[in-house]
């Protein structure tokens, strides 16, 4: 849903610009307090302003998933070559979850894959902190690279039953037989 009067009348030059047109987004979609999770995307021209900003969906926090192509459509429909994604967290803490990391590193992927510019991903509370991808830099993946590495050793340690040999089934019978 293209949400109206929210455009940059500037060029967005820093974090700072986004977050204040997500918020102006997310203030105009959302009443008071909200257990909903809200997800825009920010359409951007080639000379860096928001041309329009899209509310994706409405979700609760425990559906995590959201297909890349409802990020990637209002995008293209307004042929811009650029975008920012935002959602909120009702819970109040702004930091990106191990869900919110993959989905970031899988929207860089695929918008690097149709020559699209993903400029940010952010995260907003109620209380007016918020999370910038752009900000925090690579140590975010880099999380996530070590939290995916544990979970490969997790499955590498788990218990797998061993297969009897042959022989030691026959030497076994040999003790059983009285």
């Given at each position: 849903m293209k949400l109206e009067g929210i455009k940059s009348k500037f060029t967005i030059e820093r974090v700072g610009d986004l977050v204040e047109i997500f918020w102006k987004a997310y203030c105009q979609c959302h009443q008071g307090y909200s257990k909903n999770e809200y997800i825009f995307v920010a359409s951007i021209n080639d000379i860096g302003r928001v041309v329009s900003v899209d509310l994706i969906e409405i979700s609760s926090p425990e559906k995590r998933s959201i297909p890349i192509r409802y990020i990637i459509a209002p995008v293209l429909r307004e042929n811009c070559w650029q975008f920012a994604v935002c959602h909120n967290h009702p819970s109040g803490c702004a930091e990106p979850s191990l869900e919110d990391?993959?989905?970031?590193?899988?929207?860089?992927?695929?918008?690097?894959?149709?020559?699209?510019?993903?400029?940010?991903?952010?995260?907003?509370?109620?209380?007016?902190?918020?999370?910038?991808?752009?900000?925090?830099?690579?140590?975010?993946?880099?999380?996530?690279?070590?939290?995916?590495?544990?979970?490969?050793?997790?499955?590498?340690?788990?218990?797998?039953?061993l297969k009897p040999h042959m022989t030691d089934l026959k030497n076994a019978s040999k003790y059983l037989r009285t």
């Open positions: 990391i993959q989905f970031t590193k899988n929207l860089k992927e695929v918008s690097k894959m149709l020559g699209l510019n993903f400029v940010d991903h952010i995260i907003l509370t109620d209380e007016g902190y918020y999370f910038s991808f752009t900000e925090a830099g690579k140590w975010v993946f880099k999380e996530l690279e070590k939290f995916e590495k544990e979970k490969q050793k997790e499955k590498e340690l788990e218990f797998k039953p």
